[in-house]
């Protein structure tokens, strides 16, 4: 599989964000959006799960299934977490999943590893039979699934809501800032499972400021002085890497 954008424009309020904006991503590849507040990033993101229309330009997608639109094979995980307050964490999460999948909990597929597949058979981040208490603990949030979603911190919303691309298993994973509010360990496990959707074929589009901790990620920087096409990410500078390691030896420790 293989999602390109070619020569896309981005007109918002009237005024023009980007203009000649080329990418390419495939399988068990990631593409990190970078460039100052108010660049365009998140209307990239939006226009690839088809939240916004591009004022010029267009996607397309190799491999995937042609009945389907690109943002109905891809999970979008933007600013604001999508939850009911008075629902429980878990209940939350099921309503998701029964959406996602069309009103019915996903179905695992199996490959010879036992892990769970995606629609086309390419393996998935969770295991074989995993269910949404399963999910729950990916994110860290196992001792809180009878807690209403109302009573989460701020971090905890956002491993709520991240919680929900392992419950329906999409190919294409679109993330706007997912570390926002995170804390070392909950960055940790998501460094984990963006690392396992890249591993069994899975394409992730981020937007960031800062290290997300895929070293081997391209970059398409966005705003004044950008080139407009995407360049193999330049290895993290030591204040990025420190900030990793420590972040990853605390949540270890």
Known sequence: MKLAGRD????????????????????GSALLLTGPNGAGKSS???????LVRPEGGHF????????????????YVGHLDPLKPALTVLENLEFWARFLNGGGLHANLSNSNGANAYSD???????AGSELNEALAAV??????????????AGQRRRLSLARVLVAPRRIWLLD??????????????????QAHLASGGILVAATHGPVGLADAAEL????????GQVPRKPESPAESAAAATGRSAAKS
């Open 8 to 27: 896309l424009s981005c007109v918002r309020g009237g005024r023009r964000v980007f203009s000649g904006i080329d990418f390419s991503v495939g399988s």
């Open 121 to 127: 058979g390419v393996a998935g981040p969770l295991a």
């Open 44 to 50: 990239l993101l939006r226009m690839i799960a088809g």
């Open 221 to 228: 920087r966005l705003g004044a002085g950008a080139s407009g």
């Open 140 to 153: 860290g949030l196992a001792d809180l699934v009878s807690l209403p979603a109302g009573y989460l911190s």
């Open 60 to 75: 397309v997608l190799e491999g995937g299934d042609p009945e389907l639109s690109i943002g109905e094979q891809a999970h």
């Open 177 to 194: 800032e997912p570390t926002t509010a995170l804390d070392a360990a909950s960055q940790e496990r998501l460094y984990r499972l963006m």
